[in-house]
């Protein structure tokens, strides 16, 4: 447009050749930046991250970047810590042994998120269990997850195992043309912090969760903090209750997150602190899960509305609970 304007009025006539090389140089500039797109921004993540960014990628839906130091391994997805692996173990324990405690029988699990698969590494230590469904939407989150030596000692190569059918698409969409049965629902997605993510905690959502669910099955849903985003988790919690479930929520302490937020739910079935948990955990025992089941009061329950797809009403209460953290 600019080159067009240029040569259409002829006041333009004197000033030609300067604009013509200043455009040209500019658009030299938006190439070089597009070649070079993911240099400068591996080049700027290792300015901007505190450890050494050992892998960074964008994909078609996020980016991710792999941090390291003489402690810990760190997962960022659009630059928010998603685990450190000095303490991810305390959040997936507690994601996935009080709900599995009690489920002896279970054979069939449903994992939605979780492309990590440390979420199923836990799983993957009850026998019993013969088909594990990882949902996920990207896929190049579940690859370097099935690939890189150093992740996979994380994972346990749990994304390897032939008991774990991993699935690369839209959750939403998965669970509407799902016809199966589960015994246990493992929800582990990102926090609602915008309108694509708040759509996996509306109402709707639940209610095809209540459908896949065996009779005396389990969920649990992934809930953010209950201190920090306190409106956030009870409206989850209230949302899931909406369509049937009968809830407990419980939380527990992540050093790398503070206090961190769940919801267990089940139809008909009564859940107990009373199931055999498997050997080795390093977190997880009867004593620990009776005390998760405590809120103090700064954390106890507060009302609030229902989350819709109409509404969208979590991302709103998510973004008052954390802005005064966004920085």
Same mark, same amino acid.
Request: charged share 20%.
């Given at each position: ?27 030299l ?7 070079y ?9 290792g300015?901007?991250?505190q ?8 994909t ?5 970047v ?14 928010n ?18 709900a ?11 994992v ?17 269990l ?6 996920d ?5 579940t690859?370097?997850?099935?690939k ?7 994972n ?6 032939p ?7 839209d959750?939403?969409?998965? &669970?509407?043309?799902? %016809? ?10 990102? @926090?609602?912090?915008?309108? +694509? *993510? =708040? ?21 649990? &849903?992934?809930?953010? %903090? ?8 009870w409206?989850? @919690?209230?949302?899931?209750? +909406? *369509? =049937? ?22 139809k ?6 009373e199931g ?7 977190y ?16 106890q ?25 966004a920085?």
């Amino acid at each position: 447009m600019a080159f067009l304007l240029l040569y259409k009025f002829k006041e333009t006539k004197n000033y030609r050749t300067r604009f013509v090389v200043i455009m040209m140089l500019t658009t030299l500039g938006f190439i070089a930046g597009f070649v070079y797109a993911e240099k400068i921004m591996s080049y700027s993540e290792g300015m901007t991250f505190q450890d050494k960014v050992i892998y960074s990628k964008t994909t078609q839906y996020q980016r991710i970047v792999l941090t390291k130091n003489s402690r810990e391994l760190r997962l960022f997805l659009n630059g928010n810590l998603q685990f450190s692996s000095a303490d991810e173990y305390r959040y997936h324990e507690a994601l996935i042994h009080p709900a599995m405690q009690g489920q002896p029988n279970a054979h069939r699990v449903l994992v939605l998120g979780g492309g990590d698969g440390l979420a199923v590494r836990e799983l993957l230590k009850y026998p019993q269990l013969t088909s594990i469904k990882l949902v996920d939407l990207d896929p190049g989150m579940t690859n370097i997850f099935k690939k890189n030596e150093m992740l996979l000692q994380l994972n346990k190569r749990s994304l390897l195992s032939p008991r774990v059918n991993v699935i690369n698409t839209d959750a939403y969409n998965y &669970v509407r043309n799902d %016809s199966g049965s589960y015994n246990v629902i493992i929800i582990d997605f990102p @926090d609602p912090s915008n309108y +694509s *993510v =708040g759509k996996l905690y509306t109402n709707a959502f639940y209610k095809e969760i209540y459908r896949l669910l065996a009779d005396n099955g389990v969920v649990v &849903v992934q809930s953010t %903090s209950p201190y920090i985003g306190r409106r956030s988790f009870w409206c989850i @919690d209230h949302t899931v209750a +909406s *369509v =049937g479930f009968h809830t407990i929520p419980y939380h527990v302490y992540v050093p790398s997150f503070g206090e961190w937020g769940y919801i267990l739910a089940t139809k008909n079935y009564s859940w107990k602190n009373e199931g055999q948990l498997p050997a080795g955990l390093r977190y997880i025992n009867t004593a620990t899960i009776n005390d998760m089941m405590f809120f103090p009061p700064d954390m106890q329950e507060e009302e609030t509305e229902i989350n819709k797809l109409n509404n969208q009403v979590l991302v709103h209460y998510f973004e008052k609970d954390w802005g005064p953290y966004a920085h």
